[in-house]
């Protein structure tokens, strides 16, 4: 996925996310909204996007908009809450949790349904499974931070959406990947 997202751009939301978080945690991020620059056409345009947050490299939240419903700088505001905030899998963030988290963003390309399942690379693409009424996403980055070979990654894929592994082999199974542009606080912290 091209996109011109500067090391400025990068930067700035990043520190958006902290702040917003900070905000809702009444804390203080060391800056304010008024600091950060949003005035590229990019913070307007519409992305579905993710924001992840890992304390000692372990997951802590992860929630995202798979598409476009936003403006990518309101897309960012919202899930930064809620991968915070809102994420199924673990309680709310908690203020003394907030200097250690780790912050990354995905903006994801749209997303194209799948003929043939070799053309899924692990690491490039991120996968959604549905079946009926259950439906699964994972981003690109899973499967390299995992290791996962393409039939893994499918495999888990599925297991995300609740159903058993192997179940994207069966008809009824839509299968559909996009790309993503991933950055990070770790990015910026060597």
Not at 39 to 51: I, N, P, T, W
Not at 176 to 188: D, L, N, T
């Amino acid at each position: 996925m091209d996109l011109n997202v500067t090391d400025e751009i990068k930067k700035t939301l990043l520190r958006y996310v902290r702040l917003v978080i900070a905000e809702k945690l009444n804390a203080s991020a060391g800056y304010l909204e008024a600091d950060l620059d949003f005035s590229d056409s990019l913070y307007r345009q519409k992305f579905g996007a993710f924001v992840t947050l890992h304390i000692n490299g372990k997951l802590r939240g992860c929630i995202g908009y798979i598409q476009g419903v936003k403006p990518l700088k309101e897309t960012i505001h919202d899930m930064a809450i809620a991968a915070a905030f809102r994420d199924p899998r673990f309680s709310a963030l908690s203020a003394q949790e907030l200097e250690k988290i780790d912050i990354e963003i995905s903006v994801l390309s749209p997303i194209e349904e799948v003929a043939d399942t070799n053309d899924i690379v692990p690491g490039k693409d991120g996968l959604i499974i549905s079946k009926g009424f259950s439906s699964g996403l994972l981003l690109p980055q899973v499967a390299t931070e995992q290791g996962w070979d393409r039939e893994t990654f499918l495999n888990h894929t599925c297991m995300k959406a609740g159903l058993l592994p192997g179940t994207w082999k069966e008809s009824g199974v839509k299968i559909e990947k996009f790309s993503a542009f991933v950055f990070g606080e770790k990015e910026f912290s060597k």
